[in-house]
């Protein structure tokens, strides 16, 4: 019996662009470019780009340029984890003057949720979640209140939410969290009514959207201290993402 594929792991990337084919338009050989390169568009279409390796193949369209200021690494835990954030904010119509409460707050996703929902789409206040260990990393991101689920439930808080991202699977509770006329969005499991479900598409034109707000230093990576991983230790590096004690994003940079 033939396998169905075998595939090489990964799907964020950065790096130096070494070839372009021949209709390709916007790079050429020598650009430093990041991007998240799954386009599967189904299960009957899938996509094996495998980023865990010396070099990948990618669509053009998937790209965008690396933002000057940032490194490999930085860049490279970011394209998943910030479309995912930015096109979530957008599912539920985020806008300027509403509050916002972050599930998750420490992790690659939620890192971004906070600064995007208040640098760019100018959230009137942003409450997120983590545990005690992670409260000042919250806090450093800049959210107005840090939530230890270990000690409280935020859904018990007297204070209601306009809008609730729940990135770590909890949308039973986040429900319970939000105003009567708010929105929720999980991206993770089965959502419970009436929060919506979000998986995010790849799309380099967010990232070149975003570049303005990361090349000035009001959005940051957030990369785990104990990563860069490297490519000899890429299952360590997998390991530990399981173990969900990450903070932000745990990054393996295949250059010895």
Sequence with gaps: ??????????????GVVVKVGSKVKNYKEGDEVYG?????????????????????????????????????????GLPLAIETAYEGLERI??????????LGGAGGVGSLVIQLAQHVFGA????????????????????????????ENFEDLPEKFD??????GQSDRAVKAVKEDG???????????????????????????LNPYLESGKIKPVLDPKGP???????????????ERATGKVVIYPIP
């Design 93 to 102: 119509e985020f806008s300027a003057g509403k509050s916002l409460l972050v």
């Design 163 to 168: 809008t609730v991202y729940d990135a770590v």
């Design 183 to 209: 929105r929720v969005v999980t991206i993770i499991g089965t959502p419970t009514p009436p929060a919506l479900l979000f998986v995010a598409t790849s799309d380099g034109s967010i990232l070149e959207k």
């Design 124 to 151: 009137s206040k942003v409450a997120a979640t983590s545990s005690t260990v992670k409260l000042d990393v919250l806090k450093k991101l800049g959210a107005d209140l840090a939530i230890d689920y270990t000690k």
């Design 36 to 76: 998240f390169t799954n386009a599967q568009k189904s299960f009957q279409q899938p996509n094996f780009p495998g980023t865990l390796a010396e070099y990948t193949a990618i669509e053009e369209n998937l790209l965008a340029r690396k933002p000057k200021n940032l490194s490999f690494a930085e860049a490279a």
């Design 229 to 243: 991983f490297p490519f000899s230790q890429t299952v360590e590096a997998l390991s530990y993402v399981q173990t």
């Design 1 to 14: 019996m033939v396998p169905f594929h075998q595939s090489i792991p990964g799907y964020d990337v950065a």
